[in-house]
């Protein structure tokens, strides 16, 4: 069984963090004041954590849930599920 979702959305995303890291090097060689900068990373990071959580209730309600439905490779997206969360916990 191979899912295929779309990511389009998370595409989006990553353009515009891509766009905010770009800013952020611009700062660094510019010499912005630290505590601006810091900001800004700050920014990026609260947009990976937002990016992520998109991918993971994507996976849960699509490839998950079809598994589970199915019954084909159940054990194997549970399982992925378990090393996703000891992953982000850390």
């Known amino acids: 069984m191979a899912c295929k ?6 595409i989006k995303r990553l353009n515009r963090m891509i766009g905010q890291l770009g ?3 611009k700062m660094i060689e510019d010499g912005v004041y630290c ?4 900001i800004q990373t700050k920014a990026v990071s609260s947009a990976l954590r937002s990016l992520e959580t998109s ?5 849960l309600n699509g ?3 079809e598994a589970i439905f199915s019954g084909v490779e159940k ?7 378990l090393q996703i969360f ?3 916990i850390k």
């Open 75 to 81: 054990d194997k997206k549970v399982e992925e599920l």
């Open 5 to 10: 979702p779309d990511h389009t959305p998370q």
């Open 55 to 59: 991918l993971l209730e994507g996976h």
């Open 23 to 25: 800013g952020v090097k």
């Open 35 to 38: 505590p601006e900068i810091l």
């Open 86 to 88: 000891k992953t982000r």
């Open 63 to 65: 490839c998950v849930t």
